[in-house]
């Protein structure tokens, strides 16, 4: 046991300066992540702020069964699941499709050019995202001018439950589609280029190029990410949900997110939203532990 624990610290020791580059991301997760996990005894707790948390009488799993038989519980969750499922399907393979036309283009200067172009949004605050999204749908915004050029009617788009999804999922693929090329490239620029020569000379057109050579070398990053992804599907940007819905959207725009702002942030009810959001933090610890065991049957590439 000495004999571990001596090499133990002469590894620390002589890789000092590696661990100290650590130390500040290590204390930011510790601190800001760790520590304020014992506030989830308050959805245990019926939680008194002058009592504070540990010295609140017990409950139980009492706010988990009044979520349970809250009616609005079936439309919050129902709303997470499929703007979350719906987001995945079109969000998740933008970037990838993306990465690799930007790997087709052959002018450099051009490439560049439209790399940098497509990053910025990603730097848009969400607050001035869902700004823009209110001028262009106004009714006087630039989409009514279009419909009402070709003559059609003018729509409140953000009114109307069925569109709201699709601006949603729409303005997020814009926001993110560039910036989520990175990975991708990246995993791209490791691609030996003699491959590409050689599949030429045996005569494989471009598409059989990205088949046969492009794909496989990003089949492990997908895997991944998506693995990610489908992890966090009923984690929703409810930021700008809460941004963008209003009353007449919520049958479609109401998710678990913005419920628990409502219900926790406004009607002051901590320990019933600390419920939904342990409850809910286990629900996607099991999917991504399912999903990670799945693509490791499957793929051989997994998280752990």
């Known amino acids: 046991m000495e004999t571990t624990n001596r090499s133990l610290w002469s590894r620390i020791i002589r890789h000092r300066y590696l661990y100290l580059m650590v130390l ?12 304020p996990m014992y506030g989830i005894l308050i959805a245990f707790k019926n939680y008194s702020a002058s009592k504070g948390i540990m010295d609140s009488p017990w409950v139980g799993f009492k706010y988990f069964n009044t979520f349970f038989h809250d009616p609005m519980a079936f439309r919050v969750l129902k709303n997470t699941l499929l703007l979350g499922v719906f987001t995945l399907f079109w969000s998740f393979p933008a970037p990838i499709i ?29 607050v001035i995202v869902a700004g823009m999204i209110k001028e262009f ?22 009114l109307e439950p069925d569109y709201f999804r699709t601006i949603f999922i729409s303005s997020g693929i814009w926001q993110g589609i560039g910036f989520g090329t990175i990975i991708y490239l990246a995993a791209l620029s490791g691609i030996d280029p003699t491959l590409y020569d050689v599949a030429e000379v045996d005569g494989a057109n471009r598409w059989k190029k990205v088949v046969h050579i492009t794909w496989p070398s990003l089949k492990s990053t997908t895997v991944i990410l998506l693995i990610f992804a489908v992890g966090g599907i009923l984690g929703s940007d409810f930021q700008k949900i809460i941004l963008l819905y209003s009353p007449e959207t919520y049958s479609v725009a109401d998710v678990i997110g913005s419920y628990v702002y409502r219900q926790g942030i406004l009607g002051a009810q901590y320990e019933y939203t600390t419920a939904i959001g342990l409850f809910m933090s286990v629900i996607s610890f099991i999917v991504l532990y399912l999903t990670n065991l799945i693509s490791r049957k499957v793929s051989d590439t997994s998280l752990f």
Not at 24 to 33: S, W
């Open 137 to 158: 749908t106004a009714r006087d915004g630039l989409f009514n001018d279009i419909i009402s050029f070709f003559g059609g009617t003018p729509i409140m788009f953000l």
């Open 24 to 35: 500040p991301g290590f204390l930011t997760v510790l601190v800001f992540n760790y520590f």
């Open 98 to 126: 993306l990465a690799l036309l930007f790997n087709e283009l052959r002018n450099k200067r051009f490439k560049k050019i439209v790399q940098t172009v497509s990053y910025f949004p990603h730097f848009i605050s969400v």
